[in-house]
């Protein structure tokens, strides 16, 4: 029984290099296999996504900040109607109806310690409105209370205004869509084009 010849492996052909194709659209391919777009002016991600870190979501700087994971709730905004009828009503038809999305954020050193400063500012803002009403309650000067009651209006815009990374336009069943991302950010996305 003869042995079988041994054939030489030859070597494997190299993927065929595209002229056109520069390193910004193969960042870009690599990007839509993970899930992430830009539609227009807004990020389209899958609603379960560590967006990728190639600078901060909010500058074009780079992402060396801690990456703040965030869980968004978004229902269609017509709901707030509900209001009118009754604010229990929108409140469970609301928790009900909406759509969640959980997305990691990159952030740059700045901006991170923006949004950690915003949350000191807030809580600090809180305490000192709690604080002055108690004071107000044991001194019995009604004033103090009005500073309290004005420090805690000023701690839930503080919270709100300067932690905002990006924010929901829409989120459905598979996707979300959000505002608030730079340009630059953007601008290494793949771009969704619609029909």
């Known amino acids: 029984?003869?042995?079988?010849?041994m054939i030489p492996s030859l070597p494997t052909a190299a993927a065929p290099v595209i002229p056109y194709a520069t390193p910004a659209?193969?960042?870009?391919?690599a990007m839509a296999s993970q899930g992430v777009w830009q539609d227009g002016k807004l990020l389209l991600c899958v609603r379960e996504i560590v967006l990728p870190n190639h600078c901060c979501v909010k500058c074009d700087q780079p992402a060396d900040g801690k990456p703040l994971r965030k869980r968004f709730?978004?229902?269609h905004p017509a709901l707030a109607l509900l209001i009118l009828v009754a604010i229990l009503i929108y409140?469970?038809?609301?928790?009900?109806?909406?759509?969640?999305?959980t997305v990691v954020i990159p952030l740059c050193r700045r901006h991170r310690a923006r949004r950690d400063r915003s949350i000191w500012i807030a809580l600090a803002l809180l305490f000192g409105g709690i604080a002055a009403i108690v004071a107000s309650i044991a001194l019995e000067i009604g004033w103090i209370a009005g500073l309290g009651c004005l420090s805690m209006l000023a701690s839930a815009i503080v919270a709100i205004?300067?932690?905002?990374?990006?924010s929901p336009k829409k989120i459905d069943d598979h996707y979300a869509w959000f505002k608030g991302a730079s340009r630059a950010y953007l601008s290494a996305?793949?771009?969704i084009y619609h029909q």
């Open 1 to 5: 029984m003869s042995e079988p010849s």
């Open 161 to 166: 205004a300067g932690t905002q990374t990006i």
């Open 189 to 191: 996305l793949p771009q």
């Open 25 to 29: 659209l193969y960042q870009q391919q």
């Open 73 to 75: 709730s978004w229902h």
């Open 91 to 101: 409140v469970i038809v609301a928790l009900i109806v909406r759509k969640n999305a």
